[in-house]
């Protein structure tokens, strides 16, 4: 069996075309003018790298005001150039589903943010702007947050403060990757405590998904989430 290819490999490869291809370039003449005047896609993309905040900022912002004009192209170079920032938003947003799935949702916002840039309003900072909306916009799409402890997870319908539930789901997110990161968890035991805990999916949908039964996947959240509390609580005070 073949591997699967993720969507951020896809951009890639897609960019190891567009970068040398000399009619992209020209159909961004402006662009490559401000990026040392740049011949290709590719030197555009080394000259951002490389150089100070202002100078990268005024290729980014001529991007981004094109993009909002409607040049596609224009928006999948800006994309290309903040692929590292969105991968750090996929890696984080745990509750979005796995790999594959938080992938698609950090691209799509991040995309999302560039077409709708308020060019006039933000004119500087382009990038840690337009990552930080994307961040806002994949905040928002998380379901609500799970309260059950004990057994599969039932979404609170009682009105609730979206700051509280947001900072909620926050502090398990990094609770989780701190953990993924110390070697207490496996990214697997994390993602399905994120996904069952924050995004409120059913354990036994999750199964269903992966073709697993509920019991199995049960009994791995209740270890992983025993594993996570006995790390957070090592030395759990004594009554009597």
């Not at 000259?47 to 040049?71: I, Q, T």
Request: hydrophobic letters at 45%.
């Amino acid at each position: 069996m073949g591997c699967t290819v993720s969507v951020f490999e896809m951009l890639e490869q897609e960019w190891q075309r567009l970068r040398r291809d000399r009619a992209a370039a020209a159909s961004l003449r402006e662009v490559c003018a401000l990026a040392g005047a740049a011949t290709s896609l590719a030197d555009v993309e080394d000259y951002v790298r490389g150089a100070g905040p202002e100078e990268a900022d005024a290729v980014l912002l001529a991007l981004v005001r094109k993009a909002v004009a409607g040049h596609d192209l224009a928006a999948r170079v800006l994309l290309q150039l903040l692929l590292p920032g969105t991968r750090n938003l996929a890696r984080r947003w745990w509750a979005l589903g796995d790999h594959d799935e938080r992938a698609a949702a950090a691209i799509t916002a991040v995309y999302h943010r560039i077409r709708d840039y308020p060019v006039e309003r933000r004119p500087g900072r382009v990038a840690a702007n337009v990552l930080m909306d994307a961040a806002r916009e994949l905040r928002r799409s998380l379901p609500r947050l799970a309260v059950t402890p004990s057994a599969d997870p039932v979404v609170n319908h009682e009105p609730a403060p979206m700051d509280a539930i947001s900072h909620s789901a926050m502090e398990l997110a990094e609770v989780l990757q701190e953990a993924v990161d110390d070697g207490v968890l496996s990214q697997d035991d994390a993602v399905l405590i994120a996904r069952s805990r924050i995004a409120g999916d059913r354990v036994a949908d999750i199964a269903r998904h992966h073709r697993l039964g509920p019991r199995t996947l049960w009994d791995r959240r209740h270890r992983a989430e025993r594993t996570l509390a006995a790390a957070h609580n090592p030395h759990p005070t004594r009554r009597g």
